[in-house]
Structure formats: C-alpha cells, structure tokens
C-alpha cells in the first residue's frame, strides 16, 4: 500500500532489459536476413525463366509479323494479276489508278513501286517498241542494249517518281538474280522472290533490296506444263523493295531491346540482308528460326543487347533484397525498442487515466451548455441526470428533474421505454426517433423532436439511455401554413390542367381545320390552273403559262406545308408510350428504304450495333427517320459521302447518340435556328424541306425528357447528338 501522497511507482523489471531487447534483436535479424536470400535465389531464378520466355515470344511475334506483310505484299500483286484479266493489256492510266487506289507509300512503305515487265522474244521487240510509240507513250528504249534471245523490260512502273520513271525499259531478264526468279515464277506459276540486288532507282547508293514477281499467262488461264506456260508467257507483274524499310515498317518499336539479322541462306554462301548490329557476345538470350518465303530461305537471328536489358527486372530483384535488409533491420529495431518501451507502457497508463478523466469533465461541460435538452435515463426510464436546456423546454429545473418518470412529461402516448431499455442487445435496440406533445406548467402545450439512444455499459447510477429533445413547436405549425398552400396549389393546378386540356381540344379544332377547311381552297386553285392550263395553254403566251406553274407548284408547295404541320401537330399531341427499343436495327431499316427510293445516291453509313434506349417507338422511329434523311439529303453530290450512327459515354453515366455525315454542314453561329419550324439554313433549289423536320425532332426529345444539341462546319458535314433518359445501353459494335 501507498499513501495518499505518494506518486505511483513502476514495479520492478527483473533482468536489464538492454541485454535482453539486444538478444531477441539479434536473433530476429539473422532469422530474416535468411529468408530474404532465399526468397532473393527464387525470384531471381524465376524472373530470368520468364524473361526468356518473353524473349522468345517476341522473336516469335516478330517472325509471324514479316510473314505476314510478305503475304500481304502478294495479295498486292495478285489484285494487280487480276487487272490483267479484267483487261487484255491494260492502259499506264488504268495501271496508275489501280496504284494509286492502293496508296503503296502509306500501307506498305518498303515497296518502291508496283510495276509490269514484258516477256518478248528478240524477234517481238521491234513490233512492241512501235506499238507503244503508236499509243502516244514515247519511245520503249530497251537497256542494257544488245541483241539476247528474250527480254523482260520494265512497261509499267507506279508511283511515277522520278527514280521510276527512269528505271521504264530497264532489261531485268538480263540480269542474273533477277533473271533467276523470273524463270522460277514462269515455271511454276507462284510468286518468286529474288536474292538480293541493288536496285536500278538506287543507283550508286548502297542498299539490299529484293523484288517479288507473279507470273501472267494469256487469257488469264494457268498451262499445266513448263514449256506450255512459256508459250502462253505474256510477263510479270512485280514488286521491288528495301529490306532495311521493310523489316523497320514491319517490326518498328519491337526491335528494342534486341538485335536483329536477317540472312538469305537459299545459296551458299548466306547473304546478310538486314543487321541492327553484332550480337553482343555476353547476351543472355538468343533465339534463330528459318522462314520460306516465297522460293527463298530466310535465317532470322534474334539476340538481347546486353544481360540488363534481356531482364530488366534485376533492379527489381535487387530492390527486394534491399527492401528485405532494410525491413529486417526495421523489425530487430521494433523488437529491441518494444523491449525497451516496457516501462513506458506503465507511464503511458497513468497518462490515460487522466485523460479519461479530463475526458469526463468535457462530457459534464457540453451537457450543461447544450442548446439541445439531453437527460440520462435508468433502467425504469426514470431522469437520473438532465443539463439545463432540458429544463427550460419543459418549464422545470434540472434538480426538479431529477427521478422523475420521463414518459409524464407528455400527454399523448410513446413507444415502449421500459420494454427498449431491458433489450440486451444495443446493436438490436434501434434508435427511436419521434415528436410528442409536451406538458408544459402554466403554458400551452408545446412539441418536442424526441431522440432515443442506448448507452453501452453502466456509467455511475445505472445509466442505460440517452434521450434528446428539441422544441419543434415554431416548425409544427410552419408545416402546418405549408399544407394549406399545398391545398390552394392542387387547386390551381387543376385549374390549370382543366385550361391545358381545353388549349389542346383547340390545337385538335385547328388541326382538323388545316386538313380539311384549307386544303379545299387549295385544291379549287390547282384544278381550275390546271384546267387553265391544258384548255387555253395555245391562247396564252409564255409569260402567262409561267405563272400559271407557279401557281401550281405554290399550292402544291403549301399543300406540303399543310401535310408538315399536321405531322408537328400530331408529334405534340400523340401520347407517349415508352419501352425498350433497338435503335440500331430501326436505324438499318430506314437506311434500306432511303437506299430503296434513291438507288443512285449511295453513302457510306456505319451503324453501331447493340445500340438501345428506353422511348416511343413511333416517335423515335420519326426522329431518326428526320436525321439520319437529313444526313442522306445533305450528302448527295459530295465525293465519298459517309454516315455514321453511334453513341459515347457521357461523364453521368448516360449514353449520348450521334448521327453524323460529311454533307454540306451549316454555320455553327445560326445552330439555334435548326429547330424552329420552317426555318431553312439551305435554298429550296439546293435541297428540298419544309423546315419542320428538325422541329419535329426537338419535340419528340423534349417529349421524352432528353436533350439535343447540334455542330456543324459549312462544307465539311454537320453532327447532331441527343440523349434520353433511362437509355439502357449503348456503346460500340463488338
């Protein structure tokens, strides 16, 4: 025992602790110092496998890739074979254009050209040079020069650049190599590659290129002997390219981190036909295949550029075993320091001690200067203690408070205190929230916003709950001058519904009046025109016929604005009856119906599939049915026109539809005017309208609740986007 006075002391802690923290640090170190080296061995082993892996996957890859560009390069060739069927020997112009269509410099850049070689007998040569000349395409000059029994000279040779054009009437079948796959192509009647050469367009420039040949037979048809598919031999079409800009635009960024050569070994001795650079003699992974292309044989040779960068996860590895040092270091200082800490903890107890009791007098503090009354209730719902704002609201001070039962201080009925206060379990005992009528002394009677709340364990007398109240009486009746003016508006609002329906009973009368009342007027007009003009069209002069067209066509005109006004109408007045709808497949129907009435117009139009949205079928139909023929109208004439329907994300999490088109677009600064009827951006004798259908298309979206918005650039196309509430799906094609 101690007395009063005496401050608390720390028992003692037997052994020093230094000694002790420093042997259990000690022994945690080396027992973690351990397990990072063997976890360091693993992952290393691991990594340098998948590194390997990797390697080889992309040596892989890159070999599937050059395969496929040469077979790519032959589908050029036999599209251009194919020219030759079409047409018995076509024209340089036709060969120019069937060039350019393919855009060779943008799909295939290592190709410098796609041309055509004559096959010609020494004793053809003549007749072919005048042939050409008596064409109008100059004169067919044959190098090198000299008498041979046959000849393949460049006839064609596209794009036309300056180094292709000087190459027309170069010899290739006087050349060896070339020679060699021109003889292979002949023979077998497939695709041929050459070794490699130096290109004619190069010139003095140093560079190994290759060139691929198709045989041509006459009418097309492919003899089943050699010596028959010499006699039927007509030429070559053919490609020459660079090997360096044929792997560099095939692999591009997938040669990082790796060296790359390629070999043709067809013949003895190989022949280097691309290197990024020697292999470094320390590289950690190697990888080679062998691929035919083509009659040719190709060595591919792939080698890592140094140990780091074969495996550029060592510096993670490392990072783990740095990370395991330091945190083994970390852990034998805790362990040491939580040895050391152990007196601490006994101060640090005291310490919280006089925290909770600070703790408590800020309790006692915020209950006596509240605004809100707060009492602590024991287990019979009696007051066991109440702060001073409670006081106030019921008229009584807190003293008098003071044991007394909670629940008379009310005069209506509450919940079941007794019965919520004995529950065991808090988490089940809800939270009871309730407005009561208070008994107030020698007052009228006010309202109180109750809270009930439990209170876990027992603190001083027996407390259990926790009850707050806040006098709502000045609200009750402001609630109260609420509802009444909540009565006079549904009263208004009815009256305003009963003028809504009768405007709408008119818009009916007006209505029935355009198509009935207006049209007879307008028919009289154009029949007794008509008569006019069939009886009397000799007695009258030019003059007069003309105005009687225009009468015509001008009643003819209104009886189109008549018919555009009741469908508004109709758009206003129709009762919306929304479900989910597919967008994509109402959009395909009506583009085969626009195709099917105007066959001579024919735009591209992509449509994304799967695109759905929640609305009225007819009315959504008559939206897109009035943009995308808009798009459709406004397209014809242009060059390569294109639609296209598709929808994005929005930010909310909607889904905004688009329908845009290449047309002739409109000022963005007049965009406002789209929308009202019969207000046109474009003349009659452009593009025929009344003006009513973009109108009609503001009112459908406005009638489902969505938005709609519209660019455009004069010349360049025009796009309109509109959203619907509830759209339930949209997004690209899969």
């Known amino acids: 025992m101690t007395d009063a006075n005496d401050t608390p002391r720390t028992p003692a802690l037997g052994p020093p602790p230094q000694r002790r923290g420093l042997a259990l640090a000690s022994g945690v170190l080396v027992f973690t110092l351990l397990l990072t080296f063997v976890g360091w061995r693993y992952a290393s082993d691991k990594e340098t496998a998948t590194a390997q892996a990797r390697f080889i996957g992309q040596g892989e890859e890159a070999v599937s890739l050059l395969r496929e560009r040469m077979g790519n390069q032959e589908i050029v060739l036999r599209g251009a074979a194919s020219l030759f069927a079409s047409v018995q020997r076509p024209t340089p112009y ?83 190599v070339r020679r060699a796959a021109m003889e292979a192509a002949m023979q077998t009647g497939q695709v041929r590659m050459s070794g490699p050469v130096q ?51 095939t692999l591009g960024e997938r040669l990082d981190g790796m060296q790359f050569t390629l070999t043709d070994i067809t013949d003895e001795p190989g022949q280097r036909l691309y290197g990024s650079g020697d292999a470094s003699p320390d590289a950690r992974f190697r990888f080679q295949t062998q691929l035919a292309v083509h009659g040719r044989r190709w060595l591919l040779e792939f080698a890592s550029t140094s140990p780091e960068d074969a495996q550029p996860v060592d510096s993670m590895l490392w990072g783990g075993v740095l990370f395991g040092v330091i945190s083994s270091l970390l852990l034998a200082t805790i362990v040491f320091t939580l040895v050391r800490t152990e007196r601490r903890a006994m101060k640090m107890a005291l310490r919280m001690s006089e925290e909770y009791r600070r703790s408590e007098e800020r309790f006692r503090t915020t209950m006596l ?147 009935h009342d207006l049209r007879a007027p307008l028919r009289a007009i154009d029949g007794f025109s008509r008569i006019i003009a069939d009886k009397y069209r000799e007695a009258l002069d030019a003059t007069a016929n003309g105005y009687l067209s225009r009468i015509r066509a001008a009643a003819t005109r209104m009886d189109e604005l008549i018919d555009a006004l009741l469908k508004m109408s109709r758009v206003t007045r129709t009762e919306v009856n929304p479900r989910a709808i597919d967008l994509s497949q109402m959009a395909s129907e009506l583009v085969e119906e626009f195709r099917a009435g105007d066959p ?88 025929a309208g009344h003006g009513i259908g973009l109108a009609s298309v503001k009112r459908i979206i406005e009638r489902h609740g969505g938005t709609i918005r519209a660019e455009g650039v004069v010349g360049e196309g025009a796009a309109f986007y509109f959203a619907l509430p509830d759209a339930t799906e949209g997004g690209a094609a899969v």
């Open 199 to 249: 290109l004619v367009q190069d010139g003095n420039t140093p560079s190994t290129s290759a060139l691929l040949y198709l045989p041509l037979y006459r009418n097309g048809a492919q003899p089943n002997t050699v010596p028959a598919r010499r006699e039927a031999m007509l030429g070559w079409v053919y490609t020459p390219f660079r090997f360096d800009e044929f792997v560099h635009s």
């Open 600 to 687: 001579e117009h024919r735009p591209r139009v992509d449509i994304a599939p799967q695109l759905r949205a929640w609305g009225d079928p007819v009315l959504m139909r008559n939206l897109l049915a009035n943009l995308l023929g808009n798009a459709w109208k406004f397209t014809r004439g242009k060059p390569d026109p294109w639609i296209e329907f598709g929808a994005h994300r929005l930010p909310t999490g909607t889904f905004e539809f688009h329908v845009r088109d290449n047309g002739a677009g409109f000022p963005q600064q007049h965009v406002e005017k789209l929308f009202r009827p019969f207000q046109r951006l474009h003349g009659q004798e452009e593009f």
């Open 369 to 515: 200067h509240s605004g809100i009354g707060k009492a602590l209730l024991d287990s019979e719902g009696c007051v066991v203690e109440c702060n001073p704002a409670l006081g106030r609201i019921v008229g009584l001070s807190p003293a008098a408070l003071s044991g007394v039962e909670f629940e008379s201080l009310f005069e209506d009925e509450g919940p079941d205190l007794g019965e919520w206060l004995k529950q065991d379990d808090l988490e089940a005992a809800p939270v009871i929230r309730i407005t009561r009528r208070l008994h107030r002394a020698g007052d009228l009677a006010r309202h109180a916003q109750l809270t009930y709340a439990r209170v876990p364990g027992g603190v001083g007398q027996d407390v259990i709950g926790l009850v707050q109240a806040e006098d709502v009486t000045e609200r009750i009746l402001a609630e109260a001058r609420v509802h009444a003016l909540n009565r006079t508006l549904e009263a208004r609002v009815a009256a305003r519904t009963r003028e809504l329906s009768q405007a709408n009973q008119e818009l009916e009368s007006f209505a029935y009046s355009i198509s």
């Open 94 to 176: 036709q060969w120019q254009a069937y060039a350019d269509g393919m855009r060779l410099q943008r799909q295939f850049p290592a190709m410098v050209g796609l041309g055509y070689a004559a096959y010609v007998e020494q004793a053809r040569l003549p007749t072919l040079q005048l042939e050409w000349k008596a064409l109008g395409y100059g004169q067919l000059d044959v190098v090198p020069h000299g008498p041979r029994p046959d000849y393949g000279p460049i006839m064609m040779l596209e794009p036309r650049t300056p180094q292709n054009v000087a190459a027309i009437g170069y010899d290739m079948y006087s050349q060896p």
